[in-house]
């Protein structure tokens, strides 16, 4: 690394520095605040109105990145939305790639803490200037309708990276440069002079997603950026054009301060031909981060020894239904939890718990089938114009969860159809709209496993406790991101919260407004716990991030004045 590599990145780390500041402020408040606008029209316009013309400028052609030379092509991204991307990327020797990067951990090493923050920053915010056109990106990949694949594909994961900056600063501000050690030994005092030096563990193994391919991935990419690791990312075949673009950008700021680009580097494979199990596996590789199924993440945690790893994997996400206020507001809200993106987020809501009894809501008392045909009723009704439905709903990113669906229509009574819709945009697109279907809490089969995609479960239980007594027992066994409860016992509540602490996962507690239990805020809500088999991390704490680096070092005689 030159002394001008360590002045530029110090420069931007400078020019950044009260947004990281603001940044920490925020971690340590958990109140709403956003570095970048999740508003589309506080963004220039020629930049939006360009945006889809800088997307398809990239369709059928050779996507360019810095790495050693190319050993094959390979890419068959496939829009949800029905066509071809036709976009290709380079793939290296693994062998050749990770040495690079390898030799390349020093320099990256000596620009320092604030060195490395400065050109993450910078690479946020140029990320965060190309969030239009990464949106078309990740529509066209994962199947988001466009406005979330804007928010949660740009702001929401550039806000979700700054707050991993945001940890890593703190921890490793936390480490002071050097000190001066003294000690009284009987007539004579020993003194030391003492350095200390983040260093971080080795390269990092990112395991991007189909779904969420820059939400998910920007925290692990930028705390293992701040704290020393090159940073490989794997792209999921169905979704490498975000991630692609994410590198490039990367690339871009790494080259501009004199370091080797190829510190980020994508690694692209097939589904014929994965590479995340050899990836993983190389000594060379001390962390990885994976989102994704259950059987793949059990095994990195059980096989990649060598590496610190951070999964987040499938989990029965429930909502149990005691009485409610506002039956409407209700139904409505939860209407919405199971629409969007047709249901293709880890915490959307799957397995909603009922006494057989019924409820009460507001004034009446509803019977249990009344329950199930209010909420069927509002989903219904939400997704009766077409075109907004379509916005909402997406497409099916992958052909399995298409499938899925119809194979689950068999596990219970069905309450609400899935229906195809006509997008109305993009004829060829894999839009269905929610599968809902009544179960007898017996019925374990059906209801205790993830069924990723638009299918949920309304289970008849014995009671309320009976319910919280089911939902804990699920949770525990195969784990939960989200939690809901809605009640207007106080009693009934605090056993929710209870039973959330218990097996360790986030509660929402009678969400009836704007806010869904789906929505993860950054700078404020954690992520997943890391204390269920939802997830083994959360996202993001600092736990998350000081794992990734450690301190090394160095002591020596003082030398005193007049010596």
């Known amino acids: 690394m030159s002394l001008s590599s360590r002045h530029a990145a110090l420069e931007l780390f400078e020019h950044h520095r009260q947004t990281l500041e603001r940044a920490v402020q925020a971690i340590a408040e958990r109140g709403h605040w956003s570095a970048y606008p999740e508003n589309i029209k506080q963004y220039p316009q020629e930049k939006v109105q360009g945006a889809e013309a800088g997307f398809q400028a990239l369709m059928g052609r050779h996507f360019q990145l810095q790495g050693p030379a190319a050993v094959a092509r390979a890419g068959a991204e496939h829009s949800p939305y029905g066509f071809d991307l036709g976009i290709t990327y380079d793939q290296y020797d693994a062998e050749v790639l990770l040495e690079r990067m390898s030799q390349a951990m020093p320099s990256w090493r000596d620009l320092g803490p604030q060195g490395r923050l400065g050109a993450c920053l910078e690479i946020l915010a140029r990320l965060n200037d190309l969030s239009a056109e990464m949106a078309h990106a990740v529509m066209h990949t994962t199947g988001q309708g466009y406005m979330m694949a804007f928010q949660a594909g740009g702001p929401h994961a550039q806000d979700r990276g700054l707050e991993a900056l945001a940890y890593a600063s703190r921890g490793m501000a936390e480490v002071p440069d050097a000190a001066r050690w003294s000690k009284p030994v009987g007539k004579q005092t020993l003194v030391l002079d003492k350095q200390w030096h983040v260093v971080g563990r080795g390269l990092s193994l990112v395991v991007a997603c189909a779904t969420f391919p820059t939400w998910n991935t920007y925290p692990a990419l930028f705390a293992s950026l701040a704290t020393g690791n090159p940073v490989l990312i794997k792209a999921h075949p169905a979704a490498i054009l975000p991630v692609a673009i994410t590198v490039q950008v990367a690339q871009q700021v790494l080259a501009q301060l004199g370091l080797d680009p190829a510190l980020v580097s994508l690694v692209v494979d097939t589904v014929e031909a994965p590479v995340s199990q050899v990836l993983a596996l ?174 949920s479960f309304i289970v008849a239980t014995d009671s309320t406790e009976h319910s919280l007594q089911l939902a804990g027992e699920v949770i525990k066994q195969k784990g939960a991101m989200t939690l809901g409860v809605y009640s207007t016992d106080d009693a009934v509540i605090e056993r929710a919260e209870q039973l959330a602490l218990d097996v360790a996962v986030a509660l929402s507690i009678n969400f009836d407004g704007g806010l869904l239990v789906n929505q993860s805020a950054a700078f404020s809500d954690f992520h997943a716990t890391g204390g269920n088999p939802a997830a083994n991390a959360s996202i993001t704490d600092a736990a998350f991030v000081a794992r990734r680096f450690v301190v090394v070092q160095n002591r020596r005689h003082a030398t005193l004045a007049g010596e």
């Open 282 to 455: 190389d000594p060379r590789v001390k962390l990885v981060d994976f989102t994704g199924s259950s059987t793949f993440g059990n095994w990195l945690e059980n096989n990649a020894r060598q590496a610190q790893v951070f999964t987040e994997k499938a989990g029965v996400n429930s909502v149990i239904i005691d009485s409610i206020a506002n039956l409407k507001a209700a139904t409505g809200n939860l209407a919405l939890s199971l629409s969007l993106y047709s249901g293709q987020m880890c915490t959307t809501p799957q397995t909603f718990y009922v006494p057989r009894t019924g409820i009460t809501a507001g004034d009446s008392h509803l019977s249990f089938d009344e329950v199930c045909q209010a909420l069927a009723q509002a989903v219904e009704g939400f997704l009766g114009d077409n075109d907004r439905a379509c916005g909402v709903l997406g497409a099916i990113q992958s052909l399995a969860t298409f499938e899925r669906v119809d194979a689950c229509r068999d596990l219970g009574e069905i309450l609400l159809d899935s229906q195809t819709r006509v997008h109305p945009q993009f004829p060829q697109a894999r839009v269905r709209t929610p599968l809902l279907l009544k179960v007898d809490a017996g019925q374990r089969d059906a209801f205790a496993e993830e069924r990723f995609g638009p299918i």
